[in-house]
């Protein structure tokens, strides 16, 4: 019987090596180890041997049954794989290039903008944060000294959640709340920016629209004064828009900061722009964030991340930015 059960083996060694379907793998399965297979015969013949002899067959069966499963196993495997590139092939996008000139497709102008802010400032030395859009009230008014009854707390101005207490849960309004957040995760000194989608409740016209993207800088640090918040910003102006532009800071007031100022730039034909606010961060929003004012000082800035693509590419409605008109697009 031994002979026999090695005689069967090795047909089916082959058998088994010549099948290229799956299908067909799986009916010689049932033939090799169903119910009416040699070895389960075999198995029911086991009861008429003398134990000795029944000891030895045993075995030798149970290693014959062994190598019949592995050998369908890994036959079943290696037809998966093929099957699998077959499919993989067939669903495959081509996303080459047209033709040696022309591509499907770049990164929108605003993308563009965002990474090579990103890049700017990470040149020095500032990391990048990221925040929840959907934020609760705390973080995006709260912990930024907006006393209750301010207006941009006004539902007119902000899009308010259908979650929780009513007026608790809102789409940001500004990247800000991520400032906050840095704050309660690690310890100072921060050096950080956060650029970042927001939402206002905002009538879409060339310079407005609902949605839209800021970045802002966040650094805590002793020593800081409104001098490095000043020579920061010159030193992003001429990085960002080249050395004929320069930039100034006049005086203004937000909630957060203390001493606030607008920033303005200076383009080449002596005209000035504003392109942002800025300020010391006052004390109240470094201990919202759990920062000792009387040890730490810091500054933040901030500016419309769209503003600066319609600037740096002469686009004179932010509209254009949203419309995905390719015949537009494909310009930047």
């Not at 059960?5 to 089916?12: F, Q, R």
């Not at 080459?96 to 993308?111: F, I, M, S, Y």
């Not at 030193?235 to 100022?261: C, I, K, N, V």
Request: hydrophobic share 35%.
């Amino acid at each position: 019987m031994i002979s026999n059960l090695d005689h069967h083996l090795d047909e089916a060694a082959r058998a088994v090596g010549s099948i290229d379907d799956l299908d067909a793998l799986r009916a010689l399965g049932v033939e090799l180890l169903g119910k009416t297979s040699v070895v389960t015969e075999a198995r029911r013949a086991l009861g008429g041997l003398d134990p000795d002899q029944r000891k030895d067959v045993g075995q030798r069966l149970n290693e014959v049954r062994n190598e019949l499963e592995r050998l369908v196993s890994e036959r079943r495997t290696t037809l998966e794989a093929v099957a699998r590139s077959v499919t993989l092939e067939a669903e495959r996008l081509d996303l080459t290039e047209l033709d040696g000139n022309k591509r499907l497709g770049h990164r929108h102008v605003v993308t563009q903008t965002w990474e090579r802010l990103e890049d700017l400032f990470v040149g020095m030395g500032y990391t990048v944060a990221e925040g929840p859009e959907i934020e609760d009230e705390w973080h995006n008014f709260g912990a930024l000294n907006f006393p209750l009854g301010h207006p941009a707390r006004d539902m007119y101005d902000t899009l308010y959640v259908d979650h929780g207490v009513p007026g608790s849960t809102l789409l940001r309004t500004h990247t800000s709340p991520v400032q906050i957040r840095v704050m309660e995760d690690g310890e100072p000194p921060f050096y950080s920016i956060m650029p970042g989608r927001v939402f206002r409740s905002d009538t879409a016209d060339s310079t407005h629209m609902p949605v839209f993207h800021q970045i802002e800088g966040l650094v805590v640090d002793r020593g800081i004064t409104f001098g490095d918040l000043a020579g920061t910003l010159e030193a992003f102006t001429r990085a960002y828009f080249g050395h004929d532009f320069t930039s100034r800071l006049r005086p203004s007031y937000f909630p957060f900061t203390e001493p606030s100022a607008e920033f303005d730039i200076q383009r080449p034909d002596g005209t000035w722009l504003e392109l942002g606010g800025c300020g010391m961060v006052h004390p109240s929003v470094l201990s919202a964030g759990g920062v000792d004012p009387e040890e730490w000082s810091g500054f933040a800035f901030g500016f419309g991340l769209d503003r600066l693509a319609l600037m740096r590419h002469g686009i004179d409605d932010l509209r254009e930015l949203f419309r995905n008109d390719l015949r537009f697009l494909g310009q930047f």
